[in-house]
């Protein structure tokens, strides 16, 4: 069986990754999530990045960021409709990712995304939605499980 090149462009990223060097949030964005998705072969046209806001007092305000890739790369046509899956980005500190996802998982009710993704830029959970069930975890792994040529 024949590895397809962008597969084993992401394996090689995969494989030389240190998450070591994730210090916040931003971090486990620009230098995780983004490469990743990448190397996965996402179009950047296809996300976007929405505020999630919370109300603090009387006034709202945005606190964290979501991003949403979309099924299509025609802004004009980004919508719920068709969103395909919501990533969050938290903390490289932060290992109680199971309480996360609970705080989390209404966000992707907002987005109607097929699948809702959680990362710690170790540790990846991705759950897909189901509109009559409750969401099921697809993938709980970590990066170094990842490293191994098989499973990624």
Known sequence: ??????????????????????????????????????????????????PLTSKSGNYHRNTEFVQVYYKTNDIQQQNTNNSLMAIKAIAPNETKLNEVVQQNKSYNDNFNALFFVITNGYDIKV????????????FDLNIYILKNNYIA
């Open 127 to 138: 759950f897909k939605r189901s509109h009559y069930y409750k969401e099921e975890s697809v």
């Open 1 to 50: 069986m024949t590895i397809p090149e962008s597969i084993q462009k992401f394996i090689t990223w995969i494989q030389g990754f240190d998450h070591r060097i994730l210090q916040n949030e931003d971090d486990v964005k620009e230098k995780f999530i983004l490469p990743m998705l990448h190397y996965l072969c996402y179009p950047e046209r296809c996300r976007r990045e929405y």
